[in-house]
C-alpha cells in the first residue's frame, strides 16, 4: 500500500510540475493546431521589430491575424516574438523558431534582412521571408524570399489630399508670408526614418501626388534616424513648422509627428495651422484637427498569400509585391479637415493608377538637377538587373524588378536637411 501511496504522489508532482510550466520568452505556445477537419497544420514564426503600440508592426499583426482567420489557422500555430531589435537577436529568435517547429519565419523590418540571411542558410528545408528586404534574389539562397507593397501608390494619393488642402488655403489666403520659400513656392515638410531608397521613394511619390494638384511647392525633408521614435518625430515636425512648412509628411511609425502638429495648432505656436498626412494608421485620434489621411499597407494581402503557398506545399515567389490593384494599400479614413472634393480627386487617382493611365513616377513631372531624366538605374543591385534601365515606356518602373523600393535619386524641389 505504501508503494502505491508514494507511486500516486510521484506521478501527482510529475502532473503538476507539467501543468506549471511555461513558455520563456514571448512568444505563444508552439504546439501543432489542426484545421476543423483535423488535419495537422503547419506551424509559422512571426518576428516583429515592434509590437501593437508601433503602428507599423500593428498593421503587420492585424495582417496575420486576419489572414489567419480566413484560412482557419489556429492561434497556437503562429509563434510571435516581438520587440526583436536589428542586431544578432533576430538570428537568434529565428533560429529558436525553427527549433519550436517553424517551416515559415517572417520578420517585418528591414534591418532583421542579413539575421534572416545566416538563418535561411543554414536552415534549407525552411522559408525566411524579410519583409521590405532586398537582397532574396541575390541571395543564391532559394528559401529566402522579400515582401513589400507598392506602398508608393498610396503615399501619391495622400499627396493628393495634401494638394487638394494646399489649394484650398491658398484660395481662401488661409497662408501667411512664413509659409513661402524665397523663391516664392510654398513650404511643406516631411518627417523620414532613414535616407534609404524605401524612404527616398516615398517622400518623393507623396511630393508627386501634391504637384499633381498644387503645382507651387517645395518640400524640406528631416531625418530621425530611427523608425518609431515619439520623441525625435515630434522633434523634427517642430522643427519643421518653425521652418514655415504646412503640410508635415511622414515616413516613421509613431503617432509623434501628428501629435505635435496638433498641439502646435492648438497653442497657435507658429502663428499659422498646418496638417499631418501619416503613415501606417489613421492618425485621427491624436489629432482630430490637423490629419488629413494616412497612407497605409493592407499586409492581410501578403499574409494571405503566403500561408496559402505554405498550406498548399507551395513555394513562394522571391520577391512579392501587392498595390491599389491588388488591394494591399490604401489611404485612411479622410479628416474633417480635408478639402471639399477630396474624396472625388483620390477616387479618380486610384482609378487611373489601377487602369495604367496613372503612373507615380511619370518622369515628365519632375527634373533632377534641371534635366529631365532620361535614364534612371535606381537603387538595384548591378548582379539584379544587368541590363535593365528602370525608366521605360515614360516612367520609373518601381517595385517591378524587386518588391523593396528602389527609386534613389533626389528630384528637384525636394531638400534634405540633414
Not at 507658429?270 to 490637423?290: Q, R, T
Not at 489621411?293 to 513555394?315: H, K, M, P, Q, V
Not at 479628416?335 to 483620390?346: H, M, W
Amino acid at each position: 500500500m505504501k508503494k502505491l501511496i508514494a507511486l500516486l504522489l510521484a506521478l501527482l508532482m510529475v502532473f503538476t510540475l507539467v501543468g506549471c510550466s511555461s513558455n520563456s520568452g514571448n512568444d505563444k505556445p508552439a504546439e501543432t493546431g489542426t484545421d476543423t477537419e483535423g488535419n495537422t497544420m503547419p506551424k509559422i514564426g512571426i518576428i516583429l521589430v515592434g509590437d501593437e503600440n508601433e503602428g507599423y508592426t500593428y498593421a503587420h499583426m492585424l495582417g496575420i491575424r486576419d489572414a489567419a482567420a480566413k484560412l482557419n489557422i489556429p492561434d497556437e500555430n503562429i509563434i510571435w516574438k516581438y520587440n526583436v531589435p536589428e542586431d544578432q537577436t533576430c538570428y537568434d529568435m529565428a533560429v529558436d523558431l525553427v527549433e519550436n517547429g517553424a517551416t515559415l519565419v517572417i520578420s517585418n523590418s528591414y534591418g532583421h534582412q542579413s539575421f534572416m540571411q545566416k538563418a535561411a542558410s543554414e536552415y534549407p528545408d525552411v522559408t525566411f521571408v524579410s519583409d521590405t528586404g532586398d537582397t532574396a534574389a541575390v541571395s543564391g539562397l532559394p528559401n529566402l524570399k522579400n515582401a513589400f507593397t507598392q506602398v508608393y501608390e498610396s503615399r501619391f494619393v495622400s499627396g493628393i489630399v495634401a494638394g487638394m488642402k494646399l489649394k484650398e488655403l491658398d484660395e481662401s489666403g488661409a497662408l501667411v508670408p512664413a509659409n513661402y520659400a524665397e523663391d516664392g513656392t510654398v513650404k511643406i515638410g516631411y518627417v523620414g526614418a532613414f535616407p534609404y531608397a524605401e524612404v527616398v521613394s516615398g517622400y518623393t511619390a507623396f511630393f508627386l501626388g501634391i504637384k499633381s494638384v498644387y503645382e507651387n511647392i517645395s518640400m524640406q525633408v528631416e531625418y530621425t534616424n530611427s523608425w518609431f521614435d515619439l520623441t525625435a518625430e515630434a522633434t523634427v515636425a517642430d522643427d519643421l513648422m518653425s521652418r514655415g512648412c504646412v503640410i508635415i509628411g511622414q515616413h516613421a511609425d509613431s503617432t509623434g509627428a501628428p501629435s505635435q502638429v496638433e498641439k502646435n495648432d492648438a497653442e497657435n505656436k507658429y502663428g499659422f495651422n498646418a496638417y499631418s498626412v501619416g503613415y501606417n494608421v489613421s492618425m485621427l485620434d491624436v489629432a482630430p484637427n490637423a490629419a488629413l489621411t494616412s497612407s497605409s499597407n493592407i499586409w492581410e494581402r501578403f499574409y494571405e498569400y503566403a500561408f496559402t503557398c505554405l498550406l498548399n506545399g507551395e513555394d513562394l515567389k522571391t520577391d512579392w509585391t501587392g498595390g491599389y490593384n491588388d488591394g494591399a494599400v490604401e489611404i485612411t479614413e479622410l479628416g474633417k479637415a480635408c478639402a471639399p472634393g477630396t474624396q472625388e480627386a483620390v477616387d479618380n487617382a486610384i482609378a487611373a493608377i489601377k487602369a495604367g493611365t496613372l503612373h507615380v513616377f511619370d518622369a515628365s513631372t519632375f527634373t533632377i538637377e534641371g534635366q529631365a531624366p532620361t535614364s534612371m538605374l535606381g537603387d538595384v543591385d548591378a548582379d539584379f538587373t544587368p541590363e535593365t534601365e528602370c525608366l521605360i515606356d515614360g516612367y520609373f518602373h518601381e517595385s517591378e524588378f524587386r518588391s523593396a523600393p528602389y527609386f534613389a535619386s533626389r528630384i528637384d524641389g525636394i531638400t534634405e536637411l540633414n
